[in-house]
């Protein structure tokens, strides 16, 4: 049996999937839809608190799924929605990994924007992910 989720739900399960992927004290995540249909999920984090300012060492991974991306996700079984989350998070965490600098010592590039297309959930959607 497939029980159809709202935006609502299935943003809810994402964030959830990211924030345990990212498991910092300051972790908050928000999202925004343009009206194009785009949805931004940002993932926001302080890096360090050592001898830099709260402001300087403020991290960001924002995920812009493509219109459609969503709605893709949303048709999936449960099953397939829980791999196409760990497909996500794992995309997500990969990108960061390479993105922030060796030894995450310079923390001025922290920030990254990711974009996410319907390609991410085909291996969810096949069983193979």
């Known amino acids: 049996m497939t029980v159809s989720l709202d935006a609502r739900q299935s943003l809810a399960e994402i964030e959830h999937a990211l924030f345990k992927s990212f498991p910092f004290a300051s972790t908050s995540i928000t999202h925004v839809t343009n009206s194009d249909g785009v949805v931004t999920i940002q993932v926001s984090w302080v890096a360090s608190a050592g001898s ?3 402001l300087d060492s ?5 995920l812009v799924m493509e219109p459609g991306v969503l709605e893709r996700y949303r ?4 099953a397939k929605r829980l791999r196409a989350r760990e497909a996500l998070c794992a995309h997500a965490e990969d990108a960061m990994r390479r993105h922030l600098p060796a030894g995450g010592t ?3 590039e922290c920030n990254l924007m990711l974009g996410v297309d319907a ?11």
């Not at 403020?58 to 924002?62: D, G, I, K, T, V």
């Not at 048709?75 to 449960?78: F, I, S, W």
Request: a negative charge.
């Open 119 to 129: 390609a991410i959930f085909a291996d969810a959607e096949r069983g193979q992910a």
């Open 58 to 62: 403020r991290c960001a991974l924002s």
């Open 75 to 78: 048709a999936l079984p449960g």
């Open 106 to 108: 310079d923390l001025a």
């Open 52 to 54: 830099m300012s709260i």
